[in-house]
């Protein structure tokens, strides 16, 4: 049996290295040793989310997952024809 694809692959959770500027509000300050999300973009683009905006871009995805894994979830209570 194949193994199960990841799909978020791209996107992790790291400590900054240093400081940032938020992708997402540039008055956003990421210092170093916070938290923040990373998204790849490509083998040499990455965009930085600090905690705040991260935690609104991962309510907003996981909206979008739960949406999608209704569409495959089998009905428990489907009437039989």
């Not at 940032?20 to 923040?36: A, F, N, Q, S, W």
């Not at 609104?56 to 009905?75: Q, V």
């Amino acid at each position: 049996m194949a193994a199960v694809k990841n799909i978020l692959k791209h996107v992790s959770a790291e400590v900054a290295g240093r400081r940032r500027k938020c992708y997402r509000k540039k008055t956003h300050v990421i210092l170093k040793g916070d938290p923040c999300l990373v998204v790849r973009d490509g083998p040499q683009n990455q965009t930085t989310y600090c905690t705040v905006c991260a935690s609104e871009i991962l309510t907003k995805a996981n909206g979008a997952l739960a949406d999608l894994h209704t569409h495959f979830t089998a009905p428990h209570d489907a009437p039989q024809a």
